[in-house]
């Protein structure tokens, strides 16, 4: 069974920095490539950023591009996302996802 356990959020000024974790677990993590999403309060699910399964080539949206790096460590099965310079606009409910599967998701809220 696939598992994702993501963790980091919060509340942050604009201006801030979080970094968001997502653990893996039920399959191979480093076969697979990843993506960060997210979900603002009565929006659907937008598509941050993403890496391939050996971490050697990211692509991101371009809102966040040049202020968010995914990243990701294949040894402890975890997935990151170092977000700064954050946004009010960024604010939204952060998923890590493997194709169809996601996990719980982690609240990140940025305000003054």
């Known amino acids: 069974e696939v598992q994702l356990v993501e963790s980091g959020g919060g509340l942050v000024q604009p201006g801030g920095s979080l970094r968001l974790s997502c653990v893996a677990s039920?399959?191979?993590?480093?076969?697979?490539?990843m993506n960060w999403v997210r979900q603002a309060p009565g929006k659907g699910l937008e598509w941050v950023a993403g890496?391939?399964?050996?971490?050697?080539?990211?692509d991101y949206a371009s809102s966040v591009k040049d202020r968010f790096t995914i990243s990701r460590d294949n040894a402890k099965n975890t997935l990151y996302l170092q977000m700064n310079r954050l946004k009010p606009e960024d604010t939204a409910v952060y998923y890590c996802?493997?194709?169809?599967?996601r996990g719980q998701g982690t609240q990140v809220t940025v305000s003054s």
């Open positions: 996802k493997k194709g169809s599967d």
């Open positions: 890496i391939l399964s050996g971490g050697d080539r990211t």
């Open positions: 039920g399959f191979t993590f480093s076969r697979y490539a």
